[in-house]
């Protein structure tokens, strides 16, 4: 079945970066559109960021743009999330979505924090 694993969450200083990983299993991960998604306590499910299969188009929530980047590595199955200059408000669970498969994974924590 559809696997999908993230990891590189952690407590971070405001400022700084995290690349968030997920490395997906069961099927074919080149042939998939993708999607990073947060929620905050709280708060509703966030979508952050998308890329298509071949990862030539991204897109990105207004509230990350030009701070985050979205990629993927179809060679090794796994999508990134780089996440630069990291605010209080970035603090936020971080799941990893094929949404035409309505897959989703555990999610890591990102803790931004002083």
């Known amino acids: 079945q559809v696997q999908l694993v993230e990891s590189g969450g952690g407590l971070v200083q405001p400022g700084g970066s995290l690349r968030l990983s997920c490395v997906g299993s069961g099927f074919t991960f080149s042939d998939y559109n993708m999607r990073w998604y947060r929620q905050a306590p709280g708060k509703e499910r966030e979508l952050v960021a998308t890329?298509?299969?071949?990862?030539?188009?991204?897109t990105f929530a207004d509230s990350v743009k030009g701070r985050f980047t979205i990629s993927r590595d179809n060679a090794k199955n796994t999508m990134y999330l780089q996440m630069n200059s990291l605010k209080f408000e970035d603090t936020a669970v971080y799941y990893c979505?094929?949404?035409?498969?309505?897959?989703w994974g555990q999610g890591t924590q990102v803790t931004v924090s002083s």
């Open positions: 979505n094929v949404p035409s498969r309505n897959a």
């Open positions: 890329i298509t299969t071949a990862g030539n188009s991204r």
